[in-house]
């Protein structure tokens, strides 16, 4: 798989997959772009090359970590969500494998680029709240959220993501952080503005993303209804 685009990529997970070493197959040189845990033990069909190489052009160097975050990562995400997540998490967990799907949301602390990849969960996963909706197709442009488990999905997973990655870790991260970063330091207030407009808006979309299913019930996480 050629992971130098992001349609590719994306296409590459919303094409159908045979079986949960498939999906893991297909994960892992992404998960290794990133420094994400590897789903160990990989399975048989998973090689060195695989892992080692993202790109299928022998004179085009593999894509970095950082040029995934900024280029790729968030259709990724958002692939995962609306194609794979509900459909493969049981039988990754019964393989085993049961946080490989949720490390590209809720990456290790330790990860390198681990709130760069949480930045990215944020515009996200606040972005197909946005998109969400009973009917079969967005009018904003976006990929909708069509069904309430997919919805109680994303809010769960925000759930989490608030409390591992909250304000004051994504704002040490931000400014004072070694995270790998590329970023100058002129733009990291526009970075630290949208993140916490997304961090801080996160209860009322959840609340009105839950509100449009009416009158199918969304069950949302008590940690992120207002009191």
Same mark, same amino acid.
């Given at each position: 798989?050629?992971?130098?685009?992001?349609?590719?990529?994306?296409?590459?997970?919303?094409?159908?997959?045979?079986?949960?070493?498939?999906?893991?197959?297909?994960?892992?040189?992404?998960?290794?772009?990133?420094?994400?845990?590897?789903?160990?033990?990989? !399975? $048989? #069909? @998973?090689?060195?090359?695989?892992? &080692?190489?993202?790109?299928? *052009?022998? +004179? %085009?160097?593999?894509?970095?970590? /950082?040029?995934?975050?900024?280029?790729?990562?968030?259709?990724?995400?958002?692939?995962?969500?609306?194609?794979?997540?509900?459909?493969?998490?049981?039988?990754?967990?019964?393989?085993?494998?049961?946080?490989?799907?949720?490390?590209?949301?809720? !990456? $290790? #602390? @330790?990860?390198?680029?681990?709130? &760069?990849?949480?930045?990215? *969960?944020? +515009? %996200?996963?606040?972005?197909?709240? /946005?998109?969400?909706?009973?009917?079969?197709?967005?009018?904003?442009?976006?990929?909708?959220?069509?069904?309430?488990?997919?919805?109680?999905?994303?809010?769960?997973?925000?759930?989490?993501?608030?409390?591992?990655?909250?304000?004051?870790?994504?704002?040490?991260?931000?400014?004072?952080?070694?995270?790998?970063?590329?970023?100058?330091?002129?733009?990291?207030?526009?970075?630290?503005?949208?993140?916490?407009?997304?961090?801080?808006?996160?209860?009322?979309?959840?609340?009105?993303?839950?509100?449009?299913?009416?009158?199918?019930?969304?069950?949302?996480?008590?940690?992120?209804?207002?009191?």
């Amino acid at each position: 798989m050629d992971l130098s685009t992001s349609t590719s990529v994306a296409s590459r997970l919303s094409q159908p997959i045979k079986d949960v070493n498939d999906l893991i197959t297909i994960l892992t040189p992404i998960a290794t772009a990133l420094n994400l845990p590897l789903p160990l033990p990989l !399975p $048989p #069909t @998973t090689n060195s090359s695989q892992i &080692q190489s993202t790109s299928t *052009s022998t +004179s %085009t160097p593999p894509p970095t970590g /950082s040029h995934l975050i900024k280029r790729q990562l968030s259709l990724i995400q958002s692939t995962i969500i609306t194609h794979l997540y509900l459909t493969w998490q049981s039988q990754l967990s019964s393989s085993h494998h049961p946080l490989l799907l949720k490390h590209f949301f809720i !990456p $290790p #602390t @330790t990860s390198t680029f681990a709130t &760069q990849i949480a930045i990215s *969960s944020y +515009s %996200t996963l606040n972005s197909l709240l /946005s998109h969400s909706s009973p009917t079969s197709k967005s009018t904003t442009g976006g990929t909708p959220l069509t069904h309430a488990p997919t919805l109680e999905l994303v809010a769960d997973l925000l759930a989490e993501l608030t409390a591992v990655y909250n304000v004051n870790e994504i704002y040490q991260q931000i400014y004072i952080g070694e995270e790998e970063d590329e970023r100058k330091e002129e733009m990291k207030d526009q970075i630290w503005e949208r993140t916490l407009k997304d961090l801080v808006g996160v209860p009322t979309k959840v609340a009105n993303a839950a509100a449009r299913f009416l009158p199918v019930r969304v069950d949302i996480p008590d940690q992120l209804i207002w009191r």
